[in-house]
């Protein structure tokens, strides 16, 4: 048995930057990394983003470049927004919610369009030039989750990953001590667990640690995680317009990524837990963990129009992966507290703060779309997207890794995707009334928990063009469901029930 917890015990490691950190990265993160919804200008996201056959919009040059060739002056268009999040969290019954509010820039686009002297319209027509912003996502969340359960903790978890694979000798602190020379960073967990006390007693016969609950025990839970970031492209892109029949376009795109992750596990004892025989008790703990990523990283697009008829119009486009340079950094902590003949005391274990750094490619994208136009008054667009997530690839870490493990395990977690996006306007003089829907299916295969995970959005909004002035006005609802689990253990699913609205207002000046 550990000696009685008799006073204030604080171990910080601090060994400064870690050199390597393995299997830090996981299937999740790729999905992270590549899925984007309906992000851009507001007349862009109230038609759902169906944008692909229809062109001269900043944000459908990030659908089909091709576009850009549509465009039949020079614009310029910003778009501010502001998005509110509430995320309802359920565990066993018991539910929890948080709301999140932000104001973003989520456009800002300048074309440039040039036309050759002609006498007639054939050959090439115009060309155009065009570079910007649009926002692909954004990461602000917060979510809280509660609950009461009686059979499992996490301290049974941290008994299960360290009994059999380290000696107390190899957990406790010493003046040399690097647990990533000789035991790996995954043993950081165990080495926090041992010097807090959750794991409590120690077995030499059978190499097993006893949690500080008892078996008969149970705890209240809390856990509240906070995202930030977002990603963006910055886009150069080039169209071209060839007797008002076929559009052509191709683009560069220079992509950020800046997410960060917290996450507060809390679990309380129950007043009717036992007591160990010396009057230790366990009272509460406090499990921290820290997860910043950056990343930048560049992708290519090509794509073209074909107009048969003044009212249908037909698109294809494909994107190549986007290619990122990613960084990690993190840090975790534990702190608890007990309770010994009636005295307070507390421990607190920190890891050292980490850095690595490693590559990624996005999976790539093939786009088809059709619109059709309806007495000059209305149209209607539609996009079908193909992406197949389970070629998402790992590549290069910082110490040599290859990640051919976690490639292989998301080549059996995800699966390809046909997005569709749908949209339609109708014109009323100078005002514009609009609709849409898009519908993400789950890239995760049959048998994982988020296979049902899918993504809804549904928007409206109005414009209004006087001259060379426009200005739009775009709402967007997301719903998504997901479901999650507090850490690895044979605990029940948390479902979080996540509801997005977003207002996106468009200014733009032709010229």
């Known amino acids: 048995m550990k000696t009685n917890l008799i006073k204030y015990y604080v171990l910080t490691i601090g060994f400064g930057f870690i050199s390597s950190l393995l299997f830090a990265q996981s299937y999740s993160d ?4 590549s899925q984007t919804t309906n992000n851009g200008t507001a007349r862009f996201v109230s038609m759902g983003g169906a944008f692909g056959a229809l062109g001269a919009d900043f944000s459908s040059i990030g659908v089909n470049p091709a576009g850009l060739g549509v465009y039949k002056s020079g614009e310029f268009t910003i778009t501010p927004s502001f998005k509110t999040q509430k995320v309802n969290s359920n565990f066993l019954g018991v539910s929890a919610s948080d709301n999140k509010n932000r104001l973003y820039l989520d456009n800002l686009g300048f074309v440039m369009s040039f036309k050759p002297y002609k006498t007639e319209e054939k050959g090439l027509l115009s060309y155009n030039i065009a570079f910007g912003y649009n926002r692909t996502n954004d990461f602000y969340s917060n979510t809280i989750t509660l609950g009461d359960y009686n059979k499992y903790s996490i301290m049974d978890y941290f008994s299960s990953i360290t009994s059999g ?16 020379n000789g035991l790996g960073a995954g043993a950081w967990e165990s080495v926090m667990a041992w010097n807090t006390y959750l794991l409590y007693e120690y077995d030499n016969a059978t190499g097993n640690y006893t949690p500080a609950i008892f078996l008969e025990d149970s705890v209240n839970y809390r856990n509240i995680v906070t995202t930030e970031g977002g990603s963006g492209e910055f886009t150069i892109a080039f169209g071209g317009n060839i007797s008002n029949t076929f559009y052509f376009g191709a683009s560069l795109g220079i992509t950020d990524f800046n997410y960060t992750y917290t996450s507060t596990y809390e679990e309380a004892a129950k007043n009717s837990n036992g007591t160990w025989p010396n009057g230790d008790r366990f009272y ?18 090509i794509g073209g129009i074909y107009v048969p008829t003044p009212e249908v119009r037909l698109g294809v486009s494909l994107h190549t992966p986007t290619f990122y340079n990613f960084d990690d950094a993190f840090s975790s902590s534990i702190v608890t507290d007990f309770d010994t003949a009636s005295t307070a005391v507390n421990f607190i274990s920190n890891s050292p703060f980490g850095k690595y750094d490693y590559h990624f490619e996005t999976p790539m994208k093939l786009i088809g779309s059709a619109s059709f136009i309806i007495m000059q008054k209305g149209l209607i667009s539609v996009d079908v997207e193909y992406v197949n997530y389970s070629a998402m690839r790992f590549r290069k870490g910082g110490d040599g890794y290859n990640f051919w493990d976690l490639n292989s395990q998301m080549d059996n977690v995800f699966k390809n ?9 109708y014109k009323l003089g100078n005002l514009s009334l609009r609709g849409g829907y898009s519908f993400y299916p789950s890239p995760y295969k049959s048998g994982y928990i988020n296979e049902k995970s899918n993504i809804q959005q549904f928007s409206g909004g109005l414009g209004y063009r006087s001259g060379n002035i426009s200005i739009d006005l775009a709402y967007l609802r997301t719903m998504q469901d997901l479901k999650a ?11 979080n029930k996540i509801r997005d609205s977003k207002v996106l207002l468009t200014f733009g000046f032709r010229f």
């Open 30 to 33: 790729g999905l992270l990394f």
């Open 165 to 180: 694979n380290y000696s107390p000798q190899q957990l406790e602190y010493s003046d040399n001590y690097d647990p990533f």
């Open 284 to 301: 509460s703990l406090n499990y921290k963990q820290y997860i910043e990523t950056k990343g930048t990283g560049y992708n290519l697009k």
């Open 417 to 425: 995707t046909v997005n569709y996006r749908i949209g339609g306007e």
């Open 485 to 495: 689990v507090f850490y690895n253990g044979d605990i029940p699913i948390v479902t």
